[in-house]
């Protein structure tokens, strides 16, 4: 079943055109890789759809993004809501100088959750998920600010998933991280897809070959080629999709 899909799309930043007629559709519970050099606008269009664009001077865009059933930049969308919905993870950790605990039940009170039975449920619930759990459990009252770079990454996971998201959206979540802090994202993201859909942008084409059931290659505004990962790695149709993942240019 598709969760989303976009029907020519196209971005602008005041007269640039940064996306260009762009029209896909991602299944429920999957993973889905935006790949492509950089400043090829596929960033730009992870942002159209939780709508974290709006905030930048002089964009706008045309066209339609439907997120279960629903044109989400209609009127009548709640923002706040549709990014409960649409959780974001951010390319570097940006866990909030408060302590672990709080970092995770922060959603749930802005929400006006009050019960702290619940909240201290949805917590740990929220941290075994993203796998922290272990680490922290005897540490909940720490500043969240001590962990390590891929600690941090996987709170702002569990941050984001004690808020009940359906869709998660991640901006190179590795690409800030060590090798061993890699990994241990990319066991999550593979676990987490039973429960959610995921959309990731990576530059790392081997992360996007592991981890992603279905990949786009962008470049230059325009969506080049989107299939099957495997597929897109071992028989691209573009000859530019098979230039950029050989490494001919990019």
């Known amino acids: 079943m598709d969760i989303i899909t976009t029907k020519n799309v196209n971005a602008y930043y005041g007269d640039n055109h940064v996306l260009k007629d762009i029209t896909l559709e991602i299944e429920q519970n999957s993973v889905t890789a935006f790949i492509g050099p950089s400043g090829c606008g596929k960033s730009t269009f992870l942002r159209t759809l939780n709508r974290m664009n709006d905030y930048i001077d002089g964009f706008r865009k045309d066209g339609n993004i439907i997120v279960d059933g629903q044109d989400i930049y209609d009127k009548s969308v709640r923002v706040e809501e549709l990014r409960q919905k649409i959780g974001m993870v951010f390319q570097k950790p940006n866990p909030f100088p408060k302590t672990i605990f ?12 009050k019960d702290k039975t619940k909240i201290a449920e949805v917590v740990e619930e929220s941290l075994k998920q993203s796998a922290l759990w272990e680490e922290v459990k005897d540490d909940l009252n720490k500043s969240a600010l001590s962990l390590s770079g891929g600690q941090q990454q996987r709170l702002c996971i569990a941050r984001t998933l004690a808020v009940q998201p359906s869709i998660i959206l991640m901006d190179e979540p590795a690409s800030a991280l060590d090798p061993i802090s890699t990994a241990k994202i990319e066991e999550l993201i593979a676990q987490l897809k039973e429960d959610y859909t995921i959309v990731i ?3 790392n084409m081997q992360q996007a070959s592991r981890i992603s059931d279905k990949t786009a290659f962008f470049y230059m505004g325009d969506m080049i080629e989107y299939d099957k990962t495997k597929d897109i790695f071992t028989h691209p149709k573009n000859e530019r999709t098979e230039n950029y993942i050989t490494g001919r240019f990019g």
């Open 201 to 203: 942008v990576t530059h």
């Open 102 to 113: 709080e970092n995770v039940a922060y959603g749930l009170k802005i929400q006006g959750v």
